[in-house]
């Protein structure tokens, strides 16, 4: 017996040489499972908004940078610039997250939870 390629679950059912189960295949049938194409392509989406966000929140955090000294006050400057670092940091993280599910995906065929 093999593993069913979407859930895991034991089966001896086939589809075009990929092991699927019933519950699988009725899914998949139904439209209700996305094809590898979709994946691949909510996962590129995904991957190039979040290299976008992460570009712009590095030039918003240069230009803060750029700015010193802003003539704010002390607490109200160096707040700013603390808080777009976490901002930055954020907008990189979430770059990282969706590299990561982008190249598991095709190195590895492994779809993520939300879109299997």
């Given at each position: 017996m093999a593993a069913c390629s979407l859930c895991g679950s034991e089966t001896e059912l086939y589809s075009g040489g990929i092991p699927?189960?019933?519950k699988c295949l009725a899914a998949y049938e139904a439209?209700?499972?996305?094809?590898?194409?979709?994946?691949h392509r909510r996962l590129q989406n995904?991957?190039?908004m979040a290299r976008v966000e992460s570009k712009v929140a590095y030039t918003r955090y240069?230009?803060?940078v750029k700015d010193i000294?802003?003539?704010l006050?002390?607490?109200?400057g160096s707040e700013r610039i603390?808080?777009?670092q976490r901002e930055l940091e954020f907008a990189r993280q979430r770059h990282e997250k969706a590299y990561e599910r982008l190249v598991n995906f095709m190195v590895h065929g492994v779809v993520?939870?939300?879109l299997g």
């Open positions: 699927l189960c019933l439209g209700s499972i996305p094809s590898d194409a979709e994946i995904d991957e190039a240069c230009e803060i000294p802003s003539g006050p002390s607490p109200d603390h808080r777009m993520p939870d939300d």
